[in-house]
């Protein structure tokens, strides 16, 4: 007889990911030649996890007192202003009508908008291709997932599939919660050009008119895109008010410390009602969650993001890594023209190749000693691990 309610006695023991992982660390280590492009986590071509040196010196310089500490339930000030300001450094009007809460990463922003934004048993809407613990957050928090088509044929964002499943979900339920993680979307590499973000408010404004409709921007992987990444935020400015908007951000890519845990929501209400509404409403779930975040990591982060010498080195080191990752990115593109089919990639951690046989492709790489993560109709290649010399062996893997 089990003791787990029914609802949860019948859930995966494991998250694939790292499953697939594990299974490739153990073979390496054995002395296989491996090559591993499964986590979301800069490996410098020597395989080894890519640290930014000034973030390693800010954490250690944080005094023992501080890591001892409790932090405020919503997170220190001095943190959710740092980063306020990073996000809003181009947009006044944005940084003003904003409030938040620390989370530990951007996994603990995700999961606040689908607890403060959706009702248990409505359904966040997202891409048709999206990270896969979405599912596993909706699940956890007994709300659904509903997906729109991500490309047209022209393989740009469809977004007229978009506007046709917000008007679905506004009838069926009364409200949208939409996640866009962009950009260097998890899992297609893809990045939306500005007059696809200009289509996007168009379609939010028209649809906000008729019901609560809320856009969470997950902002995972904005630090390594190629170009301006706060640039799209232009066309959020006259939504304000008029539909939610919400940012999820996260230190764990940015300042390359995973394990870390430090993240915030960031809401934007242009009036102080709603916006007290708001900061009492994601408190409340901080409370009634994980309580309070790693005091020590907010004041390191808050460091990082504030004292101008460390952003400075911060942004010159991770420029050092990007100019890696783009190395790969050209190589990839270079060998996999006319052998592969995905989408435009310009820069990221991901890349998602187009295989009908995705988990037959797979199993039969992983006899190659070449692991990638399947998906439906798709093959998560994450090339932010991947060295340089092994991405001819990773693509002939893929086109075999």
């Known amino acids: 007889m089990s003791r787990l309610v029914p609802s949860r006695s019948s859930r995966p023991a494991d998250d694939p990911i790292f499953a697939l992982n594990r299974e490739a660390t153990s073979r390496k280590s054995k002395g296989e030649s491996i090559v591993n492009a499964t986590v979301g986590a800069l490996l410098d071509d020597a395989g ?63 999961r606040h908008a689908l607890a403060n934004y ?3 048993g409505q359904k966040m809407l997202t891409t048709s291709y999206y990270w896969g613990p979405y599912q596993t957050l909706a699940d956890e928090g007994d709300r659904g997932i509903e997906t729109f088509r991500m490309f047209d044929d022209a393989g740009g964002l469809d977004v007229d599939a978009l506007d046709a499943a917000i008007e679905k979900q506004l009838a069926a339920q009364g409200r949208v919660l939409l996640f866009l993680n962009d950009p260097c979307h998890n899992p297609t590499g893809y990045s939306m ?62 300042f390359t410390h995973y394990g870390l845990r430090v993240g915030a ?61 783009r190395q790969r990115v050209r190589s990839f593109n270079e060998k996999a023209k006319g052998k592969l089919v995905y989408p435009r990639y310009e820069g990221g951690f991901f890349v998602t190749v187009f295989a009908d046989d995705a988990e037959a492709r797979a199993a039969r790489m992983r006899e190659k000693g070449v692991f990638v993560v399947p998906g439906k109709g798709t093959l998560r290649v994450a090339l932010c691990g991947v060295a340089e010399r092994d991405v001819s062996r990773l693509v002939d893997a893929l086109a075999d």
């Not at 019901?211 to 997950?218: A, R, S, W």
């Not at 008029?242 to 940015?254: D, E, P, V």
């Open 118 to 120: 959706l009702e248990p």
């Open 265 to 325: 929501l960031v809401a934007c209400e242009p009036e102080a009602q709603e916006r007290s509404r708001t900061e009492a409403a994601l408190a409340y779930s901080c409370r009634g969650t994980w309580s309070n975040c790693n005091r020590g990591g907010l004041v390191a982060v808050t460091k990082l993001l504030t004292d101008p010498a460390l952003r400075a080195a911060c942004e010159a080191e991770r420029e050092a890594l990007k100019e890696n990752l």
């Open 48 to 110: 080894k996890l890519a640290v930014l040196p000034a973030t390693a010196r800010a954490i250690r310089e944080v005094p023992e007192g501080e890591w001892a500490a409790y932090a405020p339930i919503a997170g220190t000030p001095e943190f959710l202003k740092a980063v306020i300001d990073d996000l809003f450094s181009a947009s006044p009007e944005l940084r003003s009508a904003a409030c938040g809460a620390a989370t530990p990463g951007g996994t603990g922003a995700l």
């Open 193 to 254: 050009s500005m007059p696809e973000w200009g289509k996007v408010a168009t379609v939010l404004e028209k649809h906000g008119k008729n019901g609560p409709v809320t856009l969470l921007c997950d902002m995972a992987y904005f630090a390594y895109a190629e170009t301006e990444p706060r640039a799209f935020m232009s066309h959020l400015v006259p939504l304000l008010g008029k539909i939610g908007l919400l940012f999820a951000w996260s230190a764990s890519k940015s």
